[in-house]
C-alpha cells in the first residue's frame, strides 16, 4: 500500500506561481513513477506531468511545458511540481499519482491506466 498526500494549492493570479507537493508512504519505494493529473470543473481529468524514479526523466503535457517543472526527491519520496505563468485555464484540481506495478513504457505514463495509487486532490484556482 502507498499513500499520497498532496499539498500546495491555493488562489494565485495570473501569472503568478504555485509549488504543489506529492509525498508518498507506506510502501514508497517500490514507486516506478509518480505523475500529477489534473481535472478542471466540468471536465475530464488530463495528463499534467510525470518523472520516473529510477532516470529521474520527466514528461509534460504540452499545455504546461516551458511553465511547469517535475521534480523529485528520491530520499523523502516527494515530488513537486512547480508552476510558473499561471493561466485562469490551469485552475483545477490536482491529482497525483504512483505506478507501483511493472514498469511501464515512458509514454504510458501520460495515461491514468498507468498509475495505481492516487491522492486525493488539491485545488488549484488562478485568477484573472
Known amino acids: 500500500q502507498v499513500q499520497l498526500v498532496e499539498s500546495g494549492g491555493g488562489l494565485v493570479q495570473a501569472g503568478g506561481s504555485l509549488r504543489l507537493s506529492c509525498a508518498a508512504s507506506?510502501?514508497?519505494?517500490?514507486?516506478?513513477?509518480m505523475g500529477w493529473f489534473r481535472q478542471a470543473p466540468g471536465k475530464e481529468r488530463v495528463f499534467v506531468a510525470a518523472?520516473?524514479?529510477?532516470?529521474?526523466?520527466?514528461y509534460y503535457a504540452d499545455s504546461v511545458k516551458g511553465r511547469f517543472a517535475l521534480s523529485g526527491d528520491n530520499a523523502k519520496n516527494t515530488v513537486y511540481l512547480q508552476m510558473n505563468s499561471l493561466k485562469p485555464e490551469d485552475t483545477a484540481v490536482y491529482y497525483c499519482?504512483?505506478?507501483?506495478?511493472?514498469?511501464?513504457?515512458?509514454?504510458?505514463?501520460?495515461?491514468?491506466?498507468?498509475?495505481?495509487?492516487w491522492g486525493q486532490g488539491t485545488q488549484v484556482t488562478v485568477s484573472s
Open positions: 499519482a504512483a505506478d507501483t506495478g511493472v514498469p511501464s513504457a515512458s509514454a504510458a505514463y501520460t495515461q491514468e491506466y498507468a498509475y495505481n495509487y
Open positions: 507506506g510502501r514508497a519505494f517500490t514507486t516506478h513513477a
Open positions: 518523472i520516473r524514479r529510477s532516470s529521474g526523466n520527466t
